[in-house]
């Protein structure tokens, strides 16, 4: 019971962070863009506690993260509304589990160096339909940036914090289709972030 609290309150600590910077209404907007049907199968890798997992239809969803505690959370919070895994999405889950309709990497890629980050990208472009799409939203710092925002950026636990053109580099080794654009950074969304639109994906057209 008390281990149950405490992974309660450490994933509601995380929830209020986002909330106070508006990176919630960021994931929120990623949503809308992944715009996923009823029945469709989702891939949600770095998922936290899954706290927007309310704002899906019903899906076939299943979420990794690295985060034992936030894992807890989603199981306590959403039970067998979908599948969570105190683990890194790897190629034996890729294996077992895709395709996938679409993917979810929030807040992911810039915790990961270039290798590490294309190596993850190489793995989802094997793991969705010809036809799937992947979502991305991160950190990162550009021209013209707020001085909130970049403070918030600068401030962000992230080590490969990059500027889009590089974010967009390294997808587009994996994705003929890159669709971009800068997300917040408005009274209502204090952070700013770069989300990318991915399909196409090259493994599949090669």
């Known amino acids: 019971m008390i281990s149950t609290w405490m992974d309660r309150g450490h ?23 992944l715009a996923p049907r009823p029945g469709d199968r989702i891939l949600d890798i770095g998922c936290g506690p899954a706290y927007y997992l309310d704002h899906l239809p019903a899906c076939d969803y299943h979420g990794f993260d690295t985060d034992r505690r936030h894992i807890a959370s989603a199981r306590a919070r959403y039970g067998d509304r979908g599948h969570f895994y105190d683990e890194p999405y790897g190629p034996e889950h890729a294996e077992r589990l895709a395709p996938f309709d679409g993917v979810l990497l929030l807040g ?21 339909r010809p036809t799937g799409r992947v979502i991305t939203l991160d950190t990162a710092l550009y021209e013209g940036q707020s001085r909130l925002a970049r403070l918030i950026a600068k401030n962000d636990r992230g080590d490969f914090i990059r500027p889009p053109r590089a974010f ?14 800068i997300v917040g950074d408005t009274p209502r969304m204090l952070a700013s972030h770069y989300m990318m639109e991915l399909s196409s994906p090259v493994s599949a057209s090669a």
């Open 108 to 128: 992911l890629l810039h915790h990961l160096d270039d290798e590490q980050a294309s190596s993850l990208l190489a793995l989802v472009a094997r793991s969705i």
């Open 11 to 33: 994933a509601a600590l995380y929830v209020l962070s986002q909330r106070m910077v508006g990176a919630d209404l960021a994931r929120r907007t990623c949503l809308e863009a």
């Open 168 to 181: 967009r580099r390294l997808a587009s080794e994996h994705f003929a289709s890159i669709e971009d654009r």
